[in-house]
């Protein structure tokens, strides 16, 4: 039991979950093109046909030889014999031959024989004749098959997210479902004897549980599954059920509450009870988020993070959300960061990496200020509900001065 | 059929639009809280309960009166019988009287008559009696009852996007569902006798439909929820039809296509058709964007764009998108910019408002610079895809210079 007493620093922490959990795709499935938004593709896509698939007319007009209209003027016209219509959507039915024109419309084929649509505003048309007024060169007005993707180039690749511009980019090849990596399962619970589900009525000596759907929420803003198990007591019979359960229907748990040094604190033990190599972290030196738990159960990572929100929110931050973003194919984005001053000093707790909850102000110089939220005895919900971000502190620095210029990493994107 | 002909300029038809229509939520629905995520609030939240419920112990000690800890030093012990234990998620069954103290876990409600908590690290225990080494005051170690969120306070307003920290304060306030407002339904259809659906194998003559893909998923990204419908022809008839069941399933239209001034142009006169006032915008003086049409019909707006997917998307971007996240109660995003240098000069279309889409890119110095991708001839899917943003030249402008700097709006979000 020796590793329980051992608080090991943020960045070792760090290390020893890299070391024991490689977070990689779990999977590739094929949905329709429709459903991809914020989905990340799991294939290169390489064109299987031009785009556009064929010469196409940019304009309304005549479709002609080039060199039929050479020495064409303004007072001396050519004329050319009007010899069909070709339609947008149909191949052509004619060909075009020396002398000879067809009409055509925008986005229409090419017909066999054109090499140029001349613009129906610079010709002149009598019954079936079309005076051309001046020469135009080969190509003008047409865009040529594969001018926009050519058959076989890769437009996409692998571990690109998917937006309206990429889908519109999949359908244009013609593709209506798109491989894409797998969502990460990941089941959340919180514990806790005196935490009741929300809904209910609540009974004397109990509060609602928050961690449960705060964690929810943050797995599907990571590009996570969120299974919602609800809330168990530290009972190790029952945790160890509920674990049990959580493991064989997800990729990842996160719990929360249970992970204190208080008497009924059976997590850590009912994690080392349930596979190898069971806890590989046992409390980090941090603050806030010290009693945190990390497990690898049969190849699965389980974080008990503590039981007050914030802490718990801010842990699942720093650690948990980067490996769901790994594990959905995703890049791992770091926090939005942004240069303020400091209302005033803050301390770190000594020894300790410390994250000190801040709320952005304008001070009367309308400079953006970062001011301490308290996340102490008070605060458990209104923390977590009125900072912006978070300010680091490392563990060998001494204070961060007031009026200072810091980093501040924001919870939410802009 | 004045209308039909004149091009207003992009100013005025925002104007036209506004002055017809005044987009605002449609109505609002009750959800479970952990579907919540990224909904937006349709009421204020007041608290019917102290956070937490009753005073509270944040640590595991000794519940004492701090009357009967004064004058107790390090070498003159006061002593104070146990007199029972209070149990976490509890009401507790003792009360603590003169001379006694109860022994309490961190969270557990603190018994009638102490309004102290004694670390139990500053105490020593022999059977059933306490030694308290130093005097404490009252109240600490204690957390008051309100002391986070005080019952009666407004915790969230109507109109709040809420995400995982917002759903933790909602949760902490025993809300298990919550009101928000209904998310707009958007139909969304391409026209074009040459478009066919992706998915299918490709006929001659014709091409793969992007717009109802593109615009689809612009549509979900802008907090609305997009019918699709899929391509139709140009036929007066069929888009009657079409027009009519999409205006009977959602509360807005888009459709791409048929709105330039070509023969099978039938949108317009298919939307005057359908009801009053029919047309309000019937093209717009912009580079792209001039077939752009806009009718209300039965007080729904309906956007018909152009065929041109970037044209599509760009309009979509100025116009639609904001009237959808002000029908959604979301608040109207600014498009994120980013000033940069421009690669080489830039000149607009004569007289029309003009959006150049651009490429950022780093120059030598490693300044970010803009890069025109053309929209023109080929490069329908192309620009769209690659694009990082557009650059707006206004009507009176003569052109941008090399070098200059400018500001570029960015499609996507950090």
Redesign the interface.
């Known amino acids: 039991m020796e590793m329980f007493r051992k608080l090991i620093t943020f960045d070792e922490a760090q290390q020893v979950i890299q070391r024991h959990f490689k977070p990689k795709p779990l999977g590739v499935e094929e949905i329709p093109?429709?459903e991809a938004?914020d989905r990340v593709l799991a294939e290169d896509i390489t064109a299987t046909?031009d785009?556009?698939?064929?010469n196409r007319s940019?304009v309304?007009g005549y479709a002609v030889k080039a060199e039929d209209t050479f020495g064409a003027e303004e007072n001396k016209p050519i004329k050319l014999k009007v010899c069909g219509t070709v339609?947008?959507?149909?191949?052509?039915k004619i060909k075009v031959t020396w002398g000879t024109a067809a009409e055509i419309?925008?986005?229409?084929?090419i017909p066999e024989g054109a090499d140029v649509v001349l613009m129906v505003e610079h010709t002149v048309r009598k019954n079936d004749v079309v005076y051309v007024y001046n020469a135009v060169a080969k190509d003008e007005n047409v865009?040529?098959a594969g001018?926009?993707?050519q058959k076989g180039e890769t437009?996409?690749k692998t571990g690109q997210q998917l937006?309206?511009?990429?889908?519109?980019?999949?359908?244009?090849?013609?593709?209506?479902?798109v491989r894409v990596y797998a969502v990460p399962r990941v089941a959340v619970f919180s514990t806790?004897?005196?935490?009741v589900?929300?809904?209910?009525k609540?009974p004397?000596?109990?509060?609602?549980?928050?961690?449960?759907?705060?964690?929810?929420?943050?797995v599907?803003?990571s590009g996570g599954k969120?299974l919602?198990l609800g809330v168990f007591p530290d009972d190790m019979a029952k945790l160890q059920e509920t674990l049990k359960h959580a493991l064989a229907s997800a990729d990842m748990v996160i719990t929360s509450g249970g992970v204190?040094v208080?008497?009924?604190d059976v997590m850590p033990q009912t994690l080392n009870s349930l596979g190898k190599p069971g806890v590989i972290v046992c409390g980090i030196a941090t603050k806030p988020g010290k009693p945190t738990t990390v497990a690898l159960i049969d190849g699965k990572p389980v974080f008990s993070l503590p039981?007050h929100?914030t802490s718990a929110?801010l842990i699942f931050h720093l650690l948990v959300r980067p490996i769901i973003q790994s594990m959905a194919g995703r890049k791992v984005e770091n926090t939005?960061k942004v240069k303020v001053f400091t209302a005033m000093r803050m301390f770190p707790a000594k020894g300790r990496r410390t994250f000190i909850m801040v709320k952005l102000k304008r001070d009367k110089l309308n400079r953006l200020i970062a001011e301490p939220v308290p996340v102490g005895?008070?605060?458990?919900?209104?923390t977590?509900?009125k900072a912006d971000g978070f300010v680091e502190i490392a563990e060998s620095q001494q204070f961060i001065d007031a009026e200072e210029e810091i980093t501040v990493n924001l919870?939410?994107?802009?």
């Open positions: 093109l429709l938004n046909l785009i556009p698939p064929f940019t309304d339609n947008v959507g149909e191949p052509p419309v925008t986005g229409a084929p865009m040529k001018a926009d993707i437009v996409l937006y309206s511009r990429e889908i519109g980019v999949l359908a244009a090849l013609g593709l209506a479902k806790g004897a005196e935490i589900e929300p809904g209910g609540l004397r000596g109990k509060i609602y549980d928050i961690n449960a759907y705060s964690l929810s929420t943050a599907l803003e969120p919602y204190s208080g008497p009924k039981g929100p929110l939005l005895l008070s605060g458990a919900i209104t977590l509900a919870f939410r994107k802009v």
